[in-house]
């Protein structure tokens, strides 16, 4: 088994950027993709960044490019998500998830675990 937990969330203005971070536990060696989702009210689960963490491979969804930046640190088993330039659209809970699958996807069938996730909120 493996345990994710969000940090990082909170409100900030738009414009402005938050830091989110995943700590794994466990399993973690299985995990060979790390990938943050979005869920705001009302809308279904969206996929946003993932990250190889052998290759250092990214992806992100076409909304977040050049503004998100995901990235791992093995040796702490936590992955990041950069986000600037936040907009109110990005506003939603995140959620971290891991994956036994060797290539970087955005298929949240493909994720083997799930984080809690954590709250972002950008005001206008």
């Known amino acids: 088994q493996v345990q994710l937990v969000e940090s990082g969330g909170g409100l900030v203005q738009a414009g402005g950027s938050l830091r989110l971070s995943c700590a794994a536990s466990g399993r973690t060696s299985s995990n060979h993709v790390m990938a943050w989702f979005r869920q705001a009210p009302g809308k279904e689960r969206e996929f946003v960044a993932a990250i190889s963490r052998s290759t250092g491979r990214t992806y992100y969804v076409d909304s977040v490019k050049g503004r998100f930046t995901i990235s791992r640190d093995n040796a702490k088993n936590t992955v990041f998500l950069q986000m600037n330039s936040l907009k109110p659209e990005d506003t939603a809970v995140y959620v971290c998830?891991?994956?036994?699958?060797?290539?970087?996807?955005?298929?949240?069938?493909?994720?083997?675990?799930w984080g809690q996730g954590t709250q972002v909120t950008v005001s206008s």
């Open positions: 998830a891991a994956g036994r699958g060797l290539l970087v996807s955005d298929r949240g069938d493909e994720y083997d675990y």
